[in-house]
């Protein structure tokens, strides 16, 4: 896309973090964007605040798990503005852990929001900007995650590895149609964002049944991810990407490039059939952090 000036762009996970720094920097292009989250007076105030400032947006609170949620956003979104040309399915939640540890709540919170989430953003929104006949643009946020397999996160490293080949089989199939859509896969490494603190927002249907006992292990694993985000990466700093993608037709968005050695060995080892490895260093920042 080149023309972003009047075009409309819908943004989950709007109302913090990554999904917030994007909606800015597409109003800051002249675009008009729906925010959509679950954390209502988050999102409330997000808008609030970005019209204060003068942009052009609307709140939709939505649940992304839940396909009727993203049915009811598009509608509001055409109603509102008549179109979309932008959709970023952004909206992500963290669960950490042994594998063999985690409840079928967590496996279906987990995978429900991170994987659901762009399966129904694709599901309902590719169809209408495809009928628009105009250029348009998905982005959908997956993580290094996608990429490499850290031990203590299987419920996201699966949601976010589906994300990433989703995103590849659909960029296929609008390139088979001669489609004016494109798309891009956020692969975002440390980023200074609220995802550790993801609980805030679990519904109560899915919490568990009782307090689980913390690992010594994984406690200790969160311990170092939370100070790895507390000096990641700034937020606009992944939304420059995310619109450099948009405008340069760009598929892959690594904002790290100092883990693209982590990703280079996985795929190395798949390749020469050596069993899986992991190296922390390789997935730590520069210099310590950002």
Excluded at 28 to 56: C, H, R
Excluded at 205 to 221: H, M, R, S, W, Y
Excluded at 278 to 283: E, G, K, M, R, Y
Aim: glycine share 10%; charged share 20%.
């Amino acid at each position: 896309m080149k023309e972003f000036k009047g075009k409309v762009a819908v943004v989950t996970g709007a109302a913090s973090g990554i999904g917030r720094a994007i909606a800015e920097r597409l109003t800051g292009e002249g675009m008009k964007v729906v925010l959509a989250d679950v954390e209502q007076e988050a999102l409330g105030k997000a808008e609030a605040e970005m019209k204060a400032g003068g942009a052009s947006v609307t709140a939709v609170p939505t649940d992304v798990s839940k396909g009727e949620d993203v049915e009811a956003l598009a509608r509001k979104t055409v109603d509102a503005f008549g179109a979309v040309h932008v959709l970023c399915n952004n909206a992500g939640v963290a669960v950490g852990g042994l594998s063999w540890e985690r409840t079928a709540a967590d496996w279906e919170w987990g995978l429900g929001v991170n994987l659901w989430g762009v399966i129904h953003g694709i599901r309902v929104f590719v169809p209408i900007m495809l009928a628009q006949g105009t250029e348009g643009h998905v982005v959908n946020t997956a993580s290094m995650a996608g990429l490499v397999s850290m031990p203590l996160s299987s419920i996201y490293n699966v949601s976010k590895h589906g994300i990433v080949t989703l995103s590849e089989t659909l960029h296929h199939e609008l390139a088979l149609s001669g489609a004016k859509v494109k798309v891009s896969v956020l692969c975002p490494g440390w980023v200074n964002t609220q995802l550790m603190d993801s609980e805030r927002n679990r519904p109560a249907g899915l919490l568990n049944d009782e307090a689980q006992e913390i690992n010594p292990v994984a406690e200790a694993f969160q311990g170092t991810v939370r100070q790895l985000l507390a000096t990641g990466l700034t937020t606009e700093a992944v939304a420059d990407h995310v619109f450099n993608a948009i405008r340069d037709e760009k598929f892959y968005i690594l904002t790290h490039p100092e883990m693209k050695e982590a990703i280079r060995t996985r795929m190395e080892g798949i390749l020469e059939e050596r069993n899986p490895a992991f190296d922390p260093a390789a997935l730590m920042p520069e210099g310590g952090g950002q």
